[in-house]
């Protein structure tokens, strides 16, 4: 069965899951420092590692996790929840979910495009009444929700890499 909605960004990523697999994301590239706030390049080799594994380990435990995502993100910000009014079924919130994990696998692995489409979806959201600080918490809510899913497999190293990783997302320049 193929993958639908956002399982579909590890279904269109097969050469991210082996390089996961085999701890070679982005080969070549020394290990940089963990921690350099306002540098995209700290999310490093074996962070992106980390990161797609729980990725894939959440996508399989939770083929369709939009709902639990958008439920902790209304939780957390009640007054997001009518700016979706016109998604009717549902498909909008999928596939904002869905782009914002191809985003991810584009950070910790090929950065081509990521940093360019979330300044522009800033802007864009902010036209939808999206406030920038509550754009972040997306990207919060996505770690929360996987840890939770997690559990034990939810290990330090992997709640650090996601620290850096939101740490990064937050410093891209604007
Ligand atoms: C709390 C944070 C966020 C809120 C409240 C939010 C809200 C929304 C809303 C209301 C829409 C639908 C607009 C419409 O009526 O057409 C939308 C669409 C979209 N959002 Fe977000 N957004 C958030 C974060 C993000 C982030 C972090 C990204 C990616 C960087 C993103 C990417 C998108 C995309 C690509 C669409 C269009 C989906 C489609 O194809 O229909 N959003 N968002």
């Not at 959440?58 to 009640?78: K, M, Q």
């Not at 979706?84 to 950070?107: C, H, Q």
């Not at 919060?140 to 939101?166: F, N, P, Y």
Request: glycine share 8%.
């Amino acid at each position: 069965m193929s993958a639908t909605g956002p399982a579909a960004a590890f279904a269109a990523g097969p050469r991210l899951r082996e390089a996961a697999l085999h701890g070679s994301l982005r080969p070549g590239l020394p290990d940089l420092p963990q921690e350099i706030p306002g540098a995209l390049d700290s999310v490093v080799t074996s962070d992106g590692a980390l990161i797609v594994r729980s990725l894939q380990r959440a996508a399989d435990l939770i083929p369709d996790p939009t709902g639990l995502v958008y439920e902790r993100l209304f939780s957390l910000h009640p007054h997001m929840e009518p700016l979706f009014i016109r998604d009717t079924n549902g498909s909008v919130r999928g596939e904002m979910l869905a782009k914002v994990f191809e985003i991810i696998l584009d950070l910790v692995a090929d950065r081509r495009y990521a940093a360019n489409m979330i300044r522009c979806e800033v802007v864009t959201h902010a036209g939808y009444g999206v406030p920038a600080d509550v754009f972040w918490t997306f990207f919060d809510v996505l770690s929360e929700v996987i840890g939770e899913q997690l559990g034990d497999d939810w290990t330090a190293e992997t709640e650090g890499a996601w620290a850096r990783l939101l740490l990064n997302v937050r410093a891209l320049p604007r």
